[in-house]
């Protein structure tokens, strides 16, 4: 899937800048009461209408100023973790960059002063201080949770943190004169060498990493023990990354009480979100988005590691993919309403769009962040609280989503992530106090959530699999004809639902596009999918992978002649992961295993035709309806032939492009409702008619 290009606004980025900069400058000579709006336009040289354009008032000039102290720290956290490989390394890279020389310069120091005095009286801020207190507490507990039991290592954490706080306040209320940075990491290495080496002595072998965190997900333990499917007696099963083999940390399963409480919180969260102008919904989409992009390179290898797909597509499509379709729905939020109807002289009528309510979101893992964002910004963006449960296979990114967003000002509540298996699904599918159920996932899981969903009559929407046809009509042109196919089958490693995996090519043609065709397949890049010329990454699991094998040994089976792949790579690394090469059959019928199931791999199937008619009828012949593509030169042509083919998302003359501006989703059984454009209004809003009298009541009674 590939995102429309964004537009980017390097001078309106830069102004915002200049004025943050020059706000952190009032900020440090004047206090929080001494600057002001105009004070801050003077200095800056702009009139006051400019920089209530960019920012609306004093609050939020000021909270983009906190915003953007608090990011520099964070940013300066990772830079110095990614460079470091132990979990005392990274400890030391809190601290480091906490106890900066920089933190302990006189402007950015009086400027935080400034701040942390208004924590108690301004929600706002208190908000960004809170998610920056979290993430720097998590850091340092999942470092430390490799390092010394866990019960220590919570305390440790928030003994850490305190210092870091409290060294700092004392050298900033001092005017510098207590404490400078470099005496002030050496205070704290000393005090946390001097903890680990006590805990040391004290603590019994072996136990490590228990406790979990509020989104259910800790850090990978240094001794694998379970697969990906295994439940703990802790309740925490493994997640892994299908590259390697390798443990990226251990997740917490919700169960009963953990829905209830979700539920309730977002209930009380969602009364005040959907009161919010949208404008100001707006605001807060716009910013996640923001963020997304600025952590593009940290999420994306977080995705590459736990899908195990090419870091060259996530870096790309992914995070950018979420950020698009948050930007999209916070401009629709601004602009949410209903229509007036005129009812003649005495009365008219009126609608309200309004929010669902709590809705779920259940996610597939092929495209863990992107799906989360497809289902969040359009629920968000109505008024409604989400609470998403990602694929137990791929339960990270959704969590950064929730952080993100509670950093970008979403209320607590609002997004909520649970971790778990189907079950944890159902009992989301089935609670009486969720309005509606958004689920990405195969079409039995489709029709079980429905079922569920029934029972207390809740809104579905359904993105579920397809067996999609790719249409190749002789006066194609070949080139692109050959690249439609090859994004339409290997991108993600085949696993995309959208897939055109039944490759109707012209028999006039066939032989010409087989021969572009094998060539571009045979140069294709199988590797570590964290290298950056990796074209072709893992699949998702051992179990998925043999189960694509075992759908290749049936093409061969039934008589499909197998062209290129075939097979499991397992040259070198590639052995401890679960590759499958991209692989194309030739000669395929209609009837085959290959051609009529789903896959959700790297193998296309290649069949032959004659004649328009018999094509589209051919192409139509499955229960699935989610994609398909022609492709032609023949104008007329392509526009008959889409319109005759059942399907609810097409393409001519290209596949699987998917920007967030066209409404996406199936028709039979690939689906019900849609995702992005404007059509995604309608499923997480209700339509309320009102009607105003004006004249008396004209009653017979
Ligand atoms: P699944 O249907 O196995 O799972 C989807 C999600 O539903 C998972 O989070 C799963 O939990 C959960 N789940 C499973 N059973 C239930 C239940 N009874 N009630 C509530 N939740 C449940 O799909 P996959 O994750 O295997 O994803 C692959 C499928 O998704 C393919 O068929 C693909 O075509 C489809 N897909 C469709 C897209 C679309 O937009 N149309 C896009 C991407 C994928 P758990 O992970 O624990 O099993």
């Not at 994306?300 to 992914?318: H, N, Y």
Request: hydrophobic fraction near 45%; proline fraction near 4%; include cysteine.
């Amino acid at each position: 899937m590939q995102p429309a290009e964004s537009l980017h606004e390097p001078i309106e980025e830069m102004r915002r800048r200049q004025l943050v900069e020059v706000t952190i400058d009032s900020l440090a000579e004047l206090g929080y009461v001494g600057t002001t709006l105009a004070q801050i336009a003077a200095r800056a040289g702009v009139s006051p209408g400019l920089v209530a354009h960019y920012f609306g008032d004093k609050d939020g000039l000021l909270d983009a100023a906190f915003r953007s102290l608090a990011r520099r720290v964070g940013e300066q956290v990772r830079t110095r973790m990614r460079r470091v490989s132990t979990p005392r390394g990274r400890i030391q890279a809190v601290i480091d960059a906490n106890l900066a020389p920089e933190e302990f310069d006189q402007r950015t120091g009086s400027a935080w002063l400034a701040f942390w005095g208004q924590l108690l009286h301004v929600e706002r801020l208190k908000r960004i201080q809170s998610v920056y207190q979290r993430r720097t507490l998590s850091s340092l507990r999942n470092a430390l949770r490799k390092l010394v039991p866990a019960t220590e290592a919570q305390s440790l954490a928030a003994m850490i943190a305190a210092m870091i706080d409290g060294i700092w306040l004392r050298a900033a209320l001092s005017g510098w004169q207590e404490a400078d940075s470099e005496s002030a990491r050496a205070t704290l290495t000393a005090f946390v060498d001097g903890r680990l080496r006590a805990c040391a002595a004290e603590a019994p072998p072996g136990e490590v990493g228990a406790a979990g965190e509020p989104a259910g997900v800790t850090a990978a333990a240094s001794s694998p023990g379970r697969t990906s499917a295994a439940v703990g007696a802790d309740g925490q099963f493994a997640s892994i990354n299908p590259a390697n083999g390798e443990i990226l940390g251990y997740v917490t399963v919700a169960g009963v009480a953990q829905v209830d409480a979700a539920v309730a919180a977002a209930t009380i969260a969602q009364a005040r979100w959907g009161a919010l102008p949208g404008v100001e919904r707006a605001r807060v989409l716009r910013r996640a988005a923001d963020l997304l992009r600025a952590r593009n390179q940290e999420l994306a290898e977080l995705e590459t590691r736990d899908t195990g797909k090419p870091i060259q597509e996530t870096r790309v499509v992914d995070v950018a993919s979420g950020a698009d379709c948050l930007e999209y729905f916070a401009g629709l939020a601004q602009s949410l309403g209903g229509e007036h109807i005129d009812l003649g002289p005495a009365a008219f009528g009126y609608t309200r769009r309004e929010p669902l309510g709590v809705v779920a979101g259940i996610g597939a893992w092929n495209y863990p962040l992107q799906i989360a964002c497809w289902k969040a910004a359009p629920a968000l963006a109505c008024g409604n609280a989400m609470i998403f449960k990602p694929a137990e296979l791929t339960p990270f990114s959704a969590v950064k989503l929730q952080e993100i967003l509670i950093e970008a000002g979403l209320p607590a509540g609002v997004f909520q992530v649970l971790q778990g298996f189907a079950e944890t699904g159902r009992l989301l599918t089935r609670h009486a106090g969720i309005r509606k159920v958004s689920l990405t996932g195969e079409v039995g899981t489709g029709k079980a959530v429905m079922g569920d969903a029934a029972q207390s009559l809740k809104n579905v929407t359904l993105e579920l699999g397809g067996k999609s046809p790719l249409i190749v009509f002789d006066d194609a042109k070949l080139d692109n004809a050959v690249g439609g196919a090859l994004l339409a089958n290997f991108y993600s490693s085949g696993q995309v639902c959208s897939n055109g995996t039944r490759v109707f090519v012209h028999r006039s043609i066939k032989k010409r596009f087989l021969e572009g065709l094998v060539k571009r397949v045979n140069a294709m890049k199988i590797g570590d999918p964290m290298h950056p010329d990796t074209q072709v990454g893992a699949l998702i699991s051992e179990q998925h992978m043999h189960k694509v094998l075992s759908y290749i040994a049936r093409g061969r089976e039934e008589g499909a002649r197998l062209v290129t792949g075939g097979k499991r790579v397992t040259s070198g690394e590639l052995a401890r992961g679960f590759f499958v090469a991209p692989t194309v059959f030739d000669e395929c019928r209609d009837d085959m295993t290959i051609v009529r199931e789903e896959i959700f791999g790297p193998v296309m199937s290649v069949l032959d035709f004659e004649d328009e008619s018999e094509v589209i009828e051919r192409a139509n012949a499955t229960p699935f309806g989610l994609a398909a593509g022609v492709f032609t030169n023949d104008l007329t042509r392509a526009h008959r032939v889409i319109a005759r083919l059942q399907a609810g998302t097409c393409w001519i003359n290209h596949y699987n492009v998917t920007p967030v501006e066209l409404p996406f989703g199936g028709v039979k059984q690939s689906g019900l409702g849609r995702e992005n454009g404007r059509a995604a209004l309608e499923h997480y809003t209700q339509l309320k008619s009102v009607y105003v009298a004006m004249g008396d009541v004209d009653s017979p009674y």
